[in-house]
């Protein structure tokens, strides 16, 4: 590993003035999960690391009058000790729970699993599903931004130099739902399909539908024709099955060595058959 100063600076102004001040030369480590093995391997070669750790206006989660606001690093392991979230989020605290170890969950920080853009992120189908938007900061401001505009590609997303997350804000819960992960391992595996999926029934029809993807395109994704077929319309099982269909249509999966593209597109087609079922069966246990 290449040597590199670090920085643990206390507070957010300072945090944003380093990273102003080191420019491109500096990385941000959060809980350092994804992060130190870029720098062991040798892939992220920086002069500098700034660290969020002592940053304690950056780590908690928050109830105000418009929802929830969950700082960026927020532990995996918080997020599933939260009451608020248990109650308002399960869907959050579920695919928490899945993410690799407890230590991993220790260390392992909200905020680094979404700038991380890994398109099987765990928790960036359920926060999609949820209408998630991200806050972002820098010297020069601050500006807000829909979750799906954030995540750009493999690997990017939309900071900017001298720019961090800072929050993750979620409106007032609206309907129920549901992230399904399907890997090969119970533990310790990453995902080969996520589906995260949120209904909201108002009269008899759907006022909301969210189907939200991931591993199967460049980036944690909305499959919106699926939500479409189900928005404004009555439930029944030819109805979930077309919209499954959609999902299963929408994505870009590729062939790697966790599984071919083929068998992804069809396990979107399955989880989200069976998950919209399961959801307003209002059934709890559904596998993924
Ligand atoms: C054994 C193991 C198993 C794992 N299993 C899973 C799994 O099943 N599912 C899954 O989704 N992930 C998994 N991961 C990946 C990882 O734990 C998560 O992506 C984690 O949430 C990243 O958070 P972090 O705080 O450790 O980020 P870091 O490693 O500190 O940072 C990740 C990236 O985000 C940037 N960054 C972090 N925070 C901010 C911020 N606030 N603002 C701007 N940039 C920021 C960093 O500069 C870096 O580029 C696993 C990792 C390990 C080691």
């Known amino acids: 590993m290449r040597p590199f100063t670090h920085h643990a600076p206390s507070d957010l102004e300072t945090a944003l003035q380093l990273l102003s001040d ?8 959060a809980g350092g999960t994804d992060l130190l093995l870029n ?4 892939t992220l070669e920086p002069d500098s690391v700034v ?27 918080d997020i599933i000790r939260s009451q608020l979230l248990h109650r308002q989020h399960p869907c959050l605290v579920h695919a928490a729970s899945l993410i690799g170890s407890v230590q991993v969950r220790s260390l ?3 905020g ?10 765990d928790m960036a189908p359920p926060l999609l599903a949820l209408d998630a938007e ?3 900061v820098s010297t020069k401001g601050k500006r807000q931004l ?10 990017e997303q939309a900071l900017q130099a001298g720019e961090l997350l800072s929050e993750i804000i979620l409106p007032h819960p609206q309907g129920e739902t549901i992230y399904l992960k399907h890997s090969f391992r119970a533990y310790m595996d990453i995902a080969a399909v996520g589906v995260a999926l949120r209904l909201h029934a108002n009269g008899g029809t759907f006022a909301a539908a969210r189907v939200a993807l ?22 029944s099982e030819d109805r979930f099955a077309r919209a499954a269909a959609l999902a299963a249509e929408a994505c870009t999966p590729i062939d790697d060595v966790r599984a071919p593209a083929w068998y992804r597109r069809r396990i979107v087609e399955i989880l989200t058959r069976r998950g919209l079922t399961a959801l307003w069966q209002g059934t709890e246990q559904v596998a993924g």
Do not use: W, Y
């Open 51 to 77: 660290s969020l750790r002592q940053v304690a206006e950056l780590r908690g989660i928050h109830e105000d009058k418009h929802g929830l606001r969950i700082g960026a690093t927020t532990t995996l392991r």
């Open 39 to 42: 720098l062991r391997e040798g």
């Open 112 to 121: 680094g699993n979404l700038c991380n853009a890994a398109p099987s992120a």
């Open 22 to 29: 080191l420019g491109s030369q500096a990385v941000i480590l």
């Open 214 to 235: 991931g591993a199967v395109a460049p980036t944690p994704m909305r499959a919106k024709a699926a939500e479409q077929e189900l928005e404004g319309q009555a439930p």
């Open 146 to 155: 829909p979750l799906q505009d954030f995540f750009r590609g493999p690997g």
């Open 108 to 110: 392992a920080t909200i």
């Open 134 to 136: 991200v806050l972002l």
